[in-house]
Structure formats: C-alpha cells, structure tokens
C-alpha cells in the first residue's frame, strides 16, 4: 500500500513538471553536444595534403587543425570544450531572458503603436489660451511680411 501512495505522489509531483513547456536555454543547450562532435570532426581533417600542394618542398609535421592549435596551446582541446558549453549556457540565458520579456516588449509596443495611431486620428490643438496670432500660415493674410530692406544689405565680414 505504501508503494501505491509512493507512485501516486511521485505521479501528481511530475505532471506540473512535465506540463511547462521547455525553456528556450535547455534547447540550446541540448545543441551543443552535437556542435562539440561537429568541432572535433573538422580539428580532425587531415590538411596535409593541401599543405604539400601550398609548399612542396617543407615537411608538414602539423597536418590537422588540432595539431596546429595544440602546438601553441597545450590545453586547446579543453579550451575548446569549454567555450562550447560555456558559450551554449550563456546564449540560453540570453534567450530565457528574452522569453521572460517578451510579453512586456510585446505590450510595449501594441501600446506605441495604438498612441500613433490616436496622435494620427485626433485633431490638432489650438492654441494654448493667451497666444499671440503670429501665426501667419494659419490666417488669411497670406505670405509673412518682407523683412524691411531700407538699410540696405548687411555689411560684409572683414577678413
């Protein structure tokens, strides 16, 4: 009987678990295992051949990619396997993050496009109360008067 109670609540304690759809950063992260073999199959491409055509007459001893990274740097393969995995939890934190805001950004921009949309329909405001009328393209004046000219043109810099 214990068994039974065991397995139910272990059941009713998964289902949450099991209904929340997936992160986007367990996605990503689950695409970097497959990069890492992807990495390691092209470090393992023997270049020896393209090396003799380049330069006939040196010997290659360095004929992959890894042997040519591991001769500067030891721990290269390492190196590698970490910034793979690192760079995979990072870009994951980076898209759950994005999840997580998208609602707002979302929100955000219905309501920038529901203001345009209000500033295109409304009306223009009046003037505010005590402006002067200078507003010469809104009466029926005309053009705006001509500056005077009774002093002649203006006098030229000296230089």
Known sequence: MRMILLGLAAIVT????????????????SYA?????????????????LLDAI????????????????????DFDRRMRASIYGNAAR???????????????????EQVQRDMEAAIDARPPGPPPGDVDDDWD???EGAPPEPDDEDGPPPEPNN
Do not use: F, K
């Open 138 to 140: 809104r009466d029926d």
């Open 91 to 109: 870009i994951g934190r980076a898209a759950d993050a994005m999840a997580a805001a998208a609602p707002a950004l979302r929100g955000a921009v």
């Open 55 to 74: 330069d006939p007459y040196r010997r290659h001893y360095d004929r992959t990619l890894r042997d040519i990274a591991r001769r500067d740097d030891p």
């Open 33 to 49: 295992p497959a990069l890492d073999r992807t990495t390691e199959a092209l470090l393992d491409v023997d270049l020896g051949p």
């Open 14 to 29: 998964a289902i949450p678990a099991a209904a929340q759809p997936p992160r986007p950063s367990d996605e990503i992260r």
